[in-house]
Structure formats: structure tokens, C-alpha cells
């Protein structure tokens, strides 16, 4: 009997909504997946790494701020693709935080900027990002 190769783990990832004055931080992406949407920031939790110090780090390398501890706002299953052609399978973690310093854009971010939510369906997005900015606003 020959064996089917084993199929690939989803990706978990952690995303962070930081509010300030009404508005929430943004990041357009710089590489796939999504390249060119805005996001909130966020990235991929390593090996042995627990979320919140992975939203503390990815929140750091993209944004340069410093987080508080985050809360949790939703959970998502991002799948690109359907049946048999699915070319990504992410979970990410969305947590709401307040932060501290001066936003700058670095690693993946190709650029940032603080909207407000209303603004936020003119633009090219990730998915659900409208929705889950809405829920962190109450979280």
C-alpha cells in the first residue's frame, strides 16, 4: 500500500486591533498572502510561543509599539481556496490592545495608518476585516 504524502498543517497566526482616538491601526501587507490589502497587524506564532508574546513580538517588528496585555476579540479560519485546491489554510487569533511609542512601518508592513472604521470598506482589504474590527471595538 502506498502511503498519501501528509497534508500541511494550517498556519496560526495572531492579529492585533490598536485603538487610538477612534481610530484603528492599519497595515497594508507587503507579501503574500494578501499583498497590498490592509490588515491589522499582526504575523505567524512560532514554535513553543505563546500568543500574546506573539502578538507582543509581531506587533513590535511590524509597528514598533508596545502592547499591553492584548484580550481576546475572534477567531478565524482563513482558507484560500476550496475542495481539493486549497493553497492556504491560516488560523489567526484576533486580540485587541492598547499601545505605547510612535507607529512606524517595518518588516511586513509596506505601509501604515490609522483609519476610522467607517473608512475602512473603500479599501482593499483582508477578509472580514470590517467585521472584526467592529467586534473590537466592544471587546
Known amino acids: 500500500m502506498i502511503a498519501s504524502p501528509p497534508r500541511p498543517a494550517p498556519v496560526l497566526g495572531v492579529s492585533v486591533a490598536i485603538w487610538r482616538e477612534g481610530r484603528v491601526l492599519l497595515v497594508r501587507r507587503g507579501h503574500a498572502p494578501f499583498r497590498d490589502h490592509w490588515s491589522l497587524p499582526g504575523g505567524r506564532v512560532e ?58 512601518a517595518a518588516s511586513d508592513a509596506a505601509e501604515l495608518a490609522w483609519f476610522e472604521p467607517a473608512a475602512i470598506a473603500a479599501l482593499p482589504t483582508t477578509p472580514e476585516l470590517d467585521r472584526i474590527v467592529a467586534l473590537s471595538v466592544r471587546a
Open 47 to 104: 514554535w513553543g510561543e505563546r500568543l500574546h508574546d506573539a502578538a507582543r513580538r509581531e506587533i513590535a517588528e511590524e509597528t514598533g509599539l508596545r502592547i499591553d496585555t492584548p484580550r481576546l476579540v475572534e477567531t478565524l479560519d482563513l482558507i484560500d481556496g476550496d475542495g481539493e485546491d486549497i493553497r492556504g489554510h491560516f488560523v489567526v487569533v484576533v486580540l485587541t490592545a492598547t499601545a505605547q511609542g510612535d507607529a512606524i
